[in-house]
């Protein structure tokens, strides 16, 4: 059975360059526009990995993780943020969030299933 990462990404063509990596390796993909659409999409279903961006309208990417992590069924599922934001301080902000990861974009697709492959377990 496929795992299935969920994409937060304002951004409609990001999403489909990481949805069509993803499932090109095997993945089943769910795609949030914000971090409130997200958690709307959510409701309690497995998820294997989350990759969101930091900025976004409505909710960014730092109060999505934080949001999500309250959640009892994703606290420990690991998230990867991918983003604009290089700043040490954000990287930390999102690490205390509970952010696994931390990819810059642009990015190269391989880059981020590598990162994808050594979050998700087999």
Do not use: C
Not at 57 to 69: A, H, Q, Y
Not at 87 to 112: C, L, N, T, V
């Amino acid at each position: 059975m496929a795992k299935t990462i969920m994409i937060v990404d304002d951004s409609a063509s990001l999403r489909q360059v990481v949805a069509i990596a993803l499932r090109s390796s095997g993945y089943d993909v769910i795609e949030g526009v914000d971090g409130v659409d997200a958690l709307a999409k959510l409701k309690g279903q497995k998820v294997h990995l989350i990759i969101s961006d930091v900025n976004m309208p409505n909710m960014d990417g730092l109060t999505f993780v934080t949001e999500l992590k309250k959640k009892p069924e994703y606290k420990f599922t690991p998230v990867i943020m991918l983003t604009t934001e290089a700043g040490e301080d954000k990287k930390a902000a999102g690490q205390a969030a509970g952010a696994k990861a931390w990819i810059i974009k642009p990015f190269k697709p391989e880059q981020m299933i590598t990162a994808v492959s050594k979050l998700i377990l087999p």
